[in-house]
């Protein structure tokens, strides 16, 4: 084949040896007309101090939790893979999703299996593999770094708070106090002050002991213990694996602003050992970037004993990693060999300035910006007029000035339950009782006939479609309910746990899961009557959810932010309940980005035009992506009361009286 052609013969080799096969012997076997068995335990391949690993079992481990050690796993984990010296572009002319195919057969195939199948396929799959979990393990050591670094802040502003806290006590009536201490300095400025002012101040010197303590933890002090105890913190623990990130990943950005950073990280690299040294060398070129100016200026830059302005060297590290982290959450810096932290000139579509006037004409918005602004103008001017000319019957919202804020909602309370939704409740209990889950999912399985057009992920079945559907619908009820594969499999059926388990392994991939999830979701539009539900809804509620569930869980990951392994599952509901997409969400993600991927690629019948989320998405961003997209965004609005709403054009401050006092100028 011609992926295997264009590998080296030791390239090859190495491939080989990830299932223990010795090349010279598989061709020798080859030309008997005789496939090489099994040979035990695959070869060990030395990576740094693992010298008794098994490489290909290590390459396809799951990242632990977010420490140190796991970060420095992770970084032998990609130097193993990097050390099989697969060609770029190897796979450039194959589609993403074959490819994904191809990995995914490779990953369930035990070594065994991988052994005698013939040189090229092996070859193939096994290629596949190691090229995706080299992107794969890339984004995790960028996730890696970017959690690490929010945890070492958030870890200091824990510590230090509770510190202050535990001694902080309010002090009132400050003004009396300063009145009492004034007047008894001046009535007896040359007495001792614990003889004059103490006794003046109620409670004496342990008030004035208090007062100084408030003004401490409020101020520049609370900002600068925290910055102390997060240097310690960087210094003593977390510098060791961020240093080696450095040397692992390769960052670059397309934007000149972030270019400090690009060369402020290749300072950090050459300077890595340089020892106790506190400060850069003079004449030696620090770069100043957003991360050195604000509060960490003070600390960054320091006079030293001859009066000379010089760059202290761990707090540059620190300033430059927080630095780094933003702008990787953004992608104004990307990451070489990286797929979720790609360039992100490798998001647009190829031939998009081609296709300009086709792809502009699909998603309904004119060519010329102009004619778009014109629009977003007329827009504005109608829906202000329409506020402003309905505000009087409004009785649930005022808009006057305050000191709080100009808008005020009135709460509404809650709606008043149907008048025969308790009797239908208790004739449906009467009628079925309770019924089990994995009964329901029977049910929609033999309705819907999602089960039909799954297939396994190595090609091949020889399993009958109803002893395969039995078993996945096991597979699904034991990770769906979080019960697990082997207390299923302890029920009373056919099924061992080994055969269950081969089953999820073969054929219960993510995307499997999701098409799934979409046959039903259609079946149920389908099957709905008009009479009891209505007509079809055009809007979904969207939020994410904490699962915590096994770790061979196919979605499973390790979530820093809830502790523990589990599932964070951001899910688009419409409004009948019926789930119309589920997706996995790393704990640093954009819940943002995961709303507008739900309403746009939810693969159902519905049609999104709405989508209600929690005040996560009140973001401009998420506001203009809608936009374009052709959907409204329905965000919960956090402390509307001080929300401004902009002017259309200058020199219309007379329009919109009722809403003068929450108007600002225009954007």
Same mark, same amino acid.
């Given at each position: ?58 390459? /396809? ?40 195919? *191809? ?17 090229? !396929? ?52 400050? +003004?009396?106090? !300063?009145? /009492? ?48 105890? =997060? ?34 990280? +290749? ?37 030293? /004993? ?56 699909? =998603?309904?918005?004119? !060519? ?6 014109? +629009? ?19 009785? *649930? ?5 305050? /000191? ?65 559907? +039995? ?86 990951? *390790? ?99 009722? !809403? ?8």
């Amino acid at each position: 084949m011609r992926i295997a052609s264009r590998l080296s013969p030791e390239t090859t080799q190495r491939i080989y040896a990830l299932v223990g096969i010795d090349d010279a012997s598989r061709t020798a076997a080859e030309a008997a007309g005789d496939r090489q068995e099994p040979t035990g335990q695959t070869p060990a391949e030395e990576v740094e101090d693992d010298e008794d690993l098994d490489v290909l079992a290590f390459i /396809k481990s799951a990242p632990g939790n977010v420490s140190l050690e796991s970060m420095m796993t992770e970084i032998r984990k990609l130097a193993a893979v990097r050390a099989i010296e697969l060609p770029p572009g190897l796979f450039a002319d194959v589609a993403p999703k074959v490819l994904a195919a *191809w990995r995914a057969r490779a990953a369930v195939e035990a070594p065994s299996h991988m052994r005698t199948h013939p040189r090229e !396929l092996a070859v193939l799959l096994l290629a596949a593999l190691v090229c995706e979990r080299e992107r794969e393990i890339t984004d995790t050591l960028v996730e890696l770094l970017i959690v690490t670094v929010h945890r070492i802040k958030a870890r200091a502003d824990s510590k230090v708070t509770k510190e202050l806290i535990n001694a902080f006590k309010r002090v009132t009536g400050k +003004e009396n106090i !300063l009145f /009492k201490v004034a007047d008894a300095a001046l009535g007896h400025p040359d007495d001792p002050v614990r003889a004059v002012i103490f006794p003046a101040v109620s409670g004496g010197e342990q008030t004035l002991k208090d007062l100084v303590h408030e003004f401490k933890t409020k101020g520049p002090a609370y900002r600068t213990t925290v910055q102390t105890t =997060l240097r310690a913190s960087y210094t003593n623990h977390y510098r060791r694996g961020l240093i080696a990130l450095l040397d692992t990943l390769e960052f670059k950005s397309n934007n000149t602003a972030y270019q400090p950073v690009i060369e402020a990280l +290749e300072l950090i690299r050459r300077y890595a050992k340089a020892g106790n040294t506190t400060y850069y060398p003079r004449g030696e070129v620090v770069p100043e970037h957003r991360g050195t100016a604000g509060d960490w200026e003070n600390l960054v830059f320091k006079n030293d /004993k001859r009066g000379r302005r010089r760059v202290v060297r761990m707090v540059y590290e620190i300033v430059t990693f927080q630095a780094l982290r933003e702008a990787l959450r953004c992608k104004e810096i990307w990451v070489v060999g990286a797929h979720s932290f790609r360039d992100p000139e490798e998001d647009l579509p190829k031939d998009f300035a081609t296709r300009r006037v086709e792809n502009y004409a699909e =998603l309904r918005k004119p !060519l010329d910006p102009k004619d778009f602004i014109a +629009e977003l103008k007329a827009e504005m001017r109608a829906e202000l007029e329409a506020l402003n000319t309905a505000l009087p019957k409004l009785d *649930w919202l005022t808009i006057s000035e305050r /000191k709080s804020g100009a808008i005020k909602l009135t709460k509404i309370g809650p709606a008043d339950e149907p008048q025969n939704l308790r009797k239908i409740k208790k004739e449906v209990g009467r009628r079925w009782g309770s019924v089990p889950l994995i009964d329901m999912l029977k049910e929609a399985v033999l309705r819907t006939g999602c089960l039909n057009a799954v297939t396994s992920v190595a090609g091949t079945s020889s399993l009958k479609p109803e002893v395969l559907a +039995e078993r996945l619908m096991l597979a699904i009820f034991g990770y769906g309910t979080n019960t697990g594969i082997r207390a299923v499999a302890s029920g009373g059926h056919a099924h061992s746990e080994d055969d269950i388990r081969y089953v999820r392994r073969r054929y219960l991939t993510p995307q499997i899961a999701t098409d799934i999830a979409i046959a039903i979701a259609n079946a149920t539009f389908t099957a709905r009557d008009v009479e009891l539900w209505g007509e079809g809804t055009t809007t979904v509620a969207s939020d994410s959810t904490h699962v915590r569930a096994y770790d061979q869980n196919i979605f499973t990951e *390790w979530h820093s932010r809830y502790g523990g392994r589990g599932i964070l599952i951001y899910w688009h509901i419409e409004r009948g309940s019926m789930v119309v997409h589920s997706q996995t969400l790393r704990a640093s993600a954009s819940e943002v980005h995961a709303m507008i991927e739900g309403a746009v690629r939810h693969g159902t019948t519905m049609k999104v035009e709405g989508n209600y989320v929690d005040s996560h998405g009140q973001t401009e961003i998420g506001f203009g992506v809608s936009r374009l997209l052709g959907f409204d965004l329905l965000p919960r609005i956090k402390q509307i009361n001080k929300v401004k709403l902009y002017r259309v054009e200058s020199g219309e401050s007379d329009l919109y009286p009722r !809403l003068t006092p929450a108007m600002t100028r225009p954007h």
